[in-house]
Structures are given as C-alpha cells and as structure tokens.
C-alpha cells in the first residue's frame, strides 16, 4: 500500500526513480510524484492516476549529473486521490514522501495552524514536513530537527524526507511500513519492497522497526533510538526478471495459469514419497504445540480457513481462526502451548504483522507462511515456511492462494506424521493426493474457453451467492471475493446449510447461485441445499464433477477421489469465472478500483 523510492548518485535520477515507481505501482495506484534535488533546488512533479501520467509530465524533465531524489505511489487514506494530496508533499524548502498513517495528525495540525503554518492538502504526511521545518527553526540543525519530527509523530510510518537548506541528504525512518535501503557501486536507494532495487543493488539492508537516519553521498547513519546500528547487509539477485504478461490479457490471468507450476515449486522437496520434509523448521519446533491459531486478512485468511478443516481432520490438533483486524482489539486470550501462525502473501499486511507482535510479546511461538522472504512478517516470525508461489503482480490474489493452501496441507501431514495422527497407509494416501494437486491446476484450454462463453449471462441480476460445505464453503468465501474485488458485482460466500436460515428469503431468477458441489464431501447434504434454493427458482451454476438435473449451468470438473483434488480444481474455475466476467466488464482487472496489493496500513 503506497510505494516509496529514494535515490543518490550520479546516474539517470529521474529513470532510476521512475522504473523503481514501476515495481511498485501495483501497491498502490491513485497518484504518483517524485522530486528531484541538484544543487540545492528541487524539482517537483506529480500526477492523478496511474504512473504513466507521471511519466507523461516528466517527459521533458532532464535531470544530469549528481542528484538525490524522492518518488512515491499513493493509495489515498487521508484525502481524495487529487494532485494536491499526492506525495511529496512540501513545506518551505522541504519535500516529503511517506507510507503508512500518522495517527496524532490532527493535534500536530492543530497546533502548527496556531503558529501560522499554512496547509495545503487534506493528508496526514503534510504535517511531517512543517513539522521539520518548524523545529528546524528553533533547533538551526536539520538532524536534530528530524530527530524531533520522528520523536513527535505517532502512527506507522516509511519517511524520506529531502531538504534545499541541507543538500545531497536523505534524511529516513521506518516504524511499522517497509523500508530497505539497496547500495550499488556508486549509488544508493530507498525502497519499501526488494522489488525496486533488484539488478541495480548488489545488496540490501533492512531496517527495523525504530530505525531513522539519514544517507548523503558518502555515509549512511542509522539510530534506533540513540544508538548507532551497524548494518547488516543481504545479497540480492543480480537481475530483475521483470514479470512480462507473456502473452496474457492480465497478470491475474498468468497467475491462474502458473499455479500448477508454482505449487509443483511449493512441493519440491517437501512432500516426498511417504514422508514430508520441513527443513525450515528446526528439529523440536512443534514439541508441546498443543492447539493452532492461524491469523491473516483477505484472500490469506481464506487459506487459513481451509486449513482449519485438514488440520483437525488430518493432524487432530485443535484449530481457530482469526480475522487479523478483529483479532488485534478483541483482547483475545493466548493459549499457552499454542502455536501462532500467520498467513500473508506480501509478508507485509499492517494488521496481520501488528497481530503476529501481539502473540509474540505474550510469549507464544510463532510461525509465518508467507510468499516473500525478508519481508516484515518472515523476519518478525520465529519460522517461517515460503510458500515459492514466485512474484504476484495482480492485486487480486490467485497462485498465492494456492500455494499457501498447499503449505499449510503439508503442514497439517507434518504434524500428523509427528505425532502419529495418521498412520502410514493413510499419510502416503494424503502424500499421493497432494503431488497430484499440480497436474489438477493444470488450466484445460477447453474449460477456460467454456468459463468464457458461459461469463455472459452472469453480468447483471443482485447478487451471487458462491456456496459450500465444509472445505468448499471457505472457497466460496474466496469466489466471492475474487469475483467482487475484480468485477464489482457484489457477492456472498456462504455455508449452504445456513441459506435457509436468512438469505434463502433473497432466492429469485435474479440471484445466482455458485454451487461448490464435492462428490467426496457431503454431496448429498450439498445437494438438499441446493434443490432447496432451485425450488426458490434463483439461477443456478453448479461447478461439480457430475451433472444436477435441474442445475441452469454446469461447469464440470474431473472426478477426483480426494477432496482436496477437486478444492483446487475449483480454485482455478472461481478465479476463471471472476477473471471472464470481470474482462467482459472492462474493469482493470489487474488494478482494480479502491484496492492496492500490500495493504500496510491498518
Ligand atoms: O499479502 P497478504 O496475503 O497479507 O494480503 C492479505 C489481503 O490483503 C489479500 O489477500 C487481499 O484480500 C487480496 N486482494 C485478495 O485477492
């Protein structure tokens, strides 16, 4: 959510800052602005919109020669997505660009509005720069005035912060968002993700949280609190493979289409013939574990969800599942003996990373299943399992879903090899079904061009209802958002036994109903449901491996002998179906409106 690059050297600043934006840009995409400072006069450029409205106002923008600059990508919190809110923002000689939410604002405003400092935006970053400037003015030394800033500010933050008084200086901090700072050979760079500085950093430091200083052309100073922190700094790939389209209409679309290859990724090494392997986790890392609680947002919480059903089923071990949001101001009751594990694709989601400190300040051990290594939540976790599903582009989640649902199944046969949940013939039965998952993600052109032709009818009438049982109603949760999030149709998962306990009353022609009909899993209950709500007359889709006699569409999967085979088949028809619906409305699907991909405010 937000994206932040910082640059100072000698090459091309404005492309550095620019293709750095671009890497970025998925996070968030309601405005762009850079600015750039040679010789003690900054230039500032900012633009509504995606990128390339930038890039289109900077085009005569010539930058040569030594420069520093600052560069961002906004997703709007404070304020409307106009160019006055965009970032940076400006005080008399300062510029700032900041991620994440400043939360005492408002007090901060009040009083510098009683001073007579004039604010221009509706945001909360503004503050920060004539809060700078106004404790530059009673202090006359710009360190100690950022000093002050930071001392002064409460929320969650990334901050780079330019000054003309002050020069070839970038002063930082990072409380809560992403910041790391990437070194090449004769330059250096800001970035909140690694994705910016790969093929033009050697390495990277990652700063924690509390970190602030500043970085000029010959020195970077990092403090946390007082003290000086040595970096330490981590190699990164050499070359950036810029994910291309490859000849996809979307990166969602690519993404479906590369689950069976990353989940094959997910699996290597790890499932193998009658045993499954977590090298990661070292040897005793389970020993006392006596219940599960599984924490993440969105999509990742979805996973979670999944897996609650395979983890009391296959490793009977107790299981909950927590909504990070709710969870982190419920006052929620750690069990001792719990083990805590978070789910999150980007590793840097504010509620869920806030969550994971929460357990860990109360004493619980904690693990991450997470797509990014290095990111906050993989740090910040005593373990963490990557779950290789490689680089996700489109904001609404697909192969991460997957991945991480596999990760947790083999976490849940881990734990049952263990302890002895399973016994042999039943754990190389689980094993078996699981390395079969990559081919049943395999996308058959025939079933795609079918999702296709059938998306037409299902573009108006007042809602969907995605339904299921058991494994099957977490993923109608996911279908239902997958397909409100890209097509802004709205949409319900549902348990199918609970339609009629209030939403059966919305049944009509006009209401479709996705039916998740497992042949393994409670088909017959699935089918009551389901005839129930076709007596009611509202449309129904059926997505099964056998036909429903008075279903008004089929979408058919194989038959499988094992629920999960048919879960992830389903999987690729849900996000299909979202994906062509979505198209056949013209949304940016891979952008889609109100949303950013790494959602780092709470
Ligand atoms: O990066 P995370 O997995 O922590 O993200 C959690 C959610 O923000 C994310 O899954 C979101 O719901 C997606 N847009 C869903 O497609």
Redesign the pocket.
């Given at each position: 959510m937000c994206g932040i690059v910082g640059y100072i050297g000698s090459n091309n600043v404005k492309k550095a800052l620019l293709e750095g934006l671009k890497e970025l840009e998925y996070r968030g995409y309601d405005s762009a602005g850079l600015a750039v400072m040679q010789e003690g006069r900054i230039d500032v450029f900012k633009a509504v919109g995606k990128l390339n409205n930038l890039v289109d106002k900077t085009a005569a923008f010539d930058p040569k020669g030594f420069a520093v600059g600052i560069a961002h990508t906004r997703w709007a919190t404070h304020g409307k997505p106009t160019e006055i809110n965009a970032h940076p923002h400006r005080g008399d000689h300062s510029f700032v660009v900041h991620n994440g939410i400043i939360e005492n604002y408002k007090s901060l405003k009040d009083s510098l509005i009683e001073k007579g400092v004039r604010f221009i935006s509706q945001t909360d970053t503004e503050v920060i720069v004539h809060l700078y400037e106004s404790f530059l003015a009673q202090t006359k030394e710009a360190f100690r005035a950022f000093e002050l800033t930071i001392g002064a500010i409460e929320g969650a933050y990334a901050i780079l912060l330019i000054d003309e008084t002050v020069g070839k200086t970038i002063f930082f901090a990072k409380k809560g968002s992403p910041l790391q700072i990437g070194e090449g050979t004769s330059w250096r760079y800001f970035a909140s993700s690694d994705a910016p500085l790969i093929g033009v950093c050697e390495s990277a430091i990652y700063l924690d949280d509390g970190s602030w200083g500043y970085m000029n052309d010959r020195d970077i100073k990092i403090f946390v609190g007082n003290a000086t922190v040595s970096p330490q700094k981590k190699p990164l790939p050499l070359t950036r493979s810029a994910a291309q389209k490859e000849g996809f209409r979307f990166f969602m679309e690519k993404e479906i289409y590369e689950q069976s290859r990353a989940v094959g990724e997910t699996l290597t090494s790890r499932a193998l013939a009658n045993v499954v392997r977590l090298d990661e986790l070292q040897e005793g890392f389970l020993d006392g574990v006596e219940s599960l609680r599984l924490c993440?947002?969105?999509?990742?919480?979805?996973a979670a969800l999944s897996s609650s059903y395979l983890f009391e089923r296959l490793a009977k071990i107790e299981t909950r599942c927590e909504i990070a949001s709710e969870f982190r101001y419920r006052d929620p009751i750690l069990r001792k003996n719990e083990l805590f594990i978070v789910?999150?694709?980007?590793?840097?989601?504010a509620d869920?990373l806030e969550a994971l400190k929460m357990a860990k300040r109360s004493g619980s051990k904690t693990l991450a299943i997470c797509?990014v290594d290095n990111s906050s939540?993989s740090r910040e976790a005593d373990a963490a399992l990557l779950t290789r599903a490689g680089v996700e582009k489109?904001?609404?989640?697909?192969k991460?879903?997957s991945t991480?649902v596999t990760v947790l199944w083999l976490l849940a046969l881990y734990i049952a090899q263990n302890s002895g949940a399973l016994n042999a013939e039943d754990l190389a039965r689980e094993i078996n079904a699981m390395r079969r998952v990559p081919s049943v993600l395999a996308i058959k052109p025939e079933r795609h061009e079918h999702i296709r032709r059938l998306s037409k009818r299902y573009l108006h009438g007042h809602g969907f209802f995605f339904i299921g049982r058991d494994l099957f109603y977490p993923l109608a949760l996911e279908g239902a958002?997958?397909l409100k999030?890209i097509s802004y149709l709205h949409a319900e998962g549902y348990p199918a036994g609970e339609m009629k306990h209030g939403p059966i009353a919305l049944a009509d022609p006009e209401l479709f109903t996705i039916a998740l009909i497992s042949k393994n899993l409670l088909k017959d209950k699935m089918q009551s449901n389901v005839e129930e709500l076709i007596a009611r007359d509202s449309t129904l889709l059926a997505i099964s491996s056998e036909r429903l006699a008075l279903a008004d569409d089929l979408i058919e999967i194989d038959e499988q002998d094992h629920p999960l085979l048919e879960f992830f088949e389903m999987t690729t028809v849900i996000q299909l179906l979202a994906l062509e619906i979505a198209i056949r409305l013209g949304t940016d699907v891979d952008m889609p409106r109100n949303?950013a991909?790494?959602?780092t405010v709470e």
């Open positions: 993440a947002c969105g999509t990742s919480y979805h789910i999150s694709q980007s590793g840097e989601t869920t797509n939540i489109g904001v609404a989640s697909t991460a879903f991480q958002l997958k999030e949303l991909k790494s959602v």
